[in-house]
T-cell receptor, first 116, second 116 residues
Framework: GAGVSQSPSNKVTEKGKDVELRCDPISGHTALYWYRQSLGQGLEFLIYFQGNSAPDKSGLPSDRFSAERTGGSVSTLTIQRTQQEDSAVYLC??????????????FGPGTRLTVT | AQSVTQLDSQVPVFEEAPVELRCNYSSSVSVYLFWYVQYPNQGLQLLLKYLSGSTLVESINGFEAEFNKSQTSFHLRKPSVHISDTAEYFCAVSPPGGTSYGKLTFGQGTILTVHP
């Protein structure tokens, strides 16, 4: 596709269940980012993958959150034992290798997660 | 570490009036600066960016922002707004290098509502 895609678009889950959120970045983009957007916290960085380098996990709020990126393309964000405070819109973005001449993160439409 | 403060959570204006959305940042290192826009029911899109060079940057739809290093500000302006500019606007910063290269820190957002 032409843009970043995310699935599912909406997810409702019960407290305590695990969820997996998927991101398909733009083909050829080596950098991939996860953010979340919630009413109380605004837009927060979660994790960042750049090529084959170790990911920057500094934004993950707890050890219940993890992410992987397989084959340098698709990424999955996993939240274990979901809590109500995990309810938010989870955004994925990708960008080309930073070359100093063009720098833009292209955002997907997001996955709205509701924990009941 | 960086932080971004958007001084107004909501800005209502009438069509064809000028508008300024304020953004101040704090950082111990130099940063790249961005404005992203989120139209109703759409994903985040890059509006404009400052990486280096001229401190005044412009977007294709008439917005402009000026980087002021001494005041650590990057305010967004438009001389005459349209109904279609109604959206939420996010100011963001990113370090230009290092291990956090590419990680965006966002402000809380400003909802611009343009009234007829």
């Amino acid at each position: 596709g032409a843009g970043v895609s995310q699935s599912p678009s909406n997810k409702v889950t019960e407290k305590g269940k695990d969820v997996e959120l998927r991101c398909d970045p733009i083909s050829g983009h080596t950098a991939l980012y996860w953010y979340r957007q919630s009413l109380g916290q605004g837009l927060e960085f979660l994790i960042y993958f750049q090529g084959n380098s170790a990911p920057d996990k500094s934004g993950l709020p707890s050890d219940r959150f993890s992410a992987e990126r397989t084959g340098g393309s698709v990424s999955t964000l996993t939240i274990q034992r979901t809590q109500q405070e995990d309810s938010a819109v989870y955004l994925c973005a990708s960008s080309r290798k930073l070359d100093g001449a063009s720098y833009e993160q292209y955002f997907g439409p997001g996955t709205r997660l509701t924990v009941t | 570490a960086q932080s971004v403060t958007q001084l107004d959570s909501q800005v209502p204006v009438f069509e064809e009036a000028p508008v300024e959305l304020r953004c101040n940042y704090s950082s111990s290192v130099s940063v790249y600066l961005f404005w992203y826009v989120q139209y109703p029911n759409q994903g985040l899109q890059l509006l404009l960016k400052y990486l280096s060079g001229s401190t005044l940057v412009e977007s294709i739809n008439g917005f402009e922002a000026e980087f002021n290093k001494s005041q650590t500000s990057f305010h967004l302006r438009k001389p005459s707004v349209h109904i279609s500019d109604t959206a939420e606007y996010f100011c963001a910063v990113s370090p230009p290098g290092g291990t956090s290269y590419g990680k965006l820190t966002f402000g809380q957002g400003t909802i611009l509502t343009v009234h007829p």
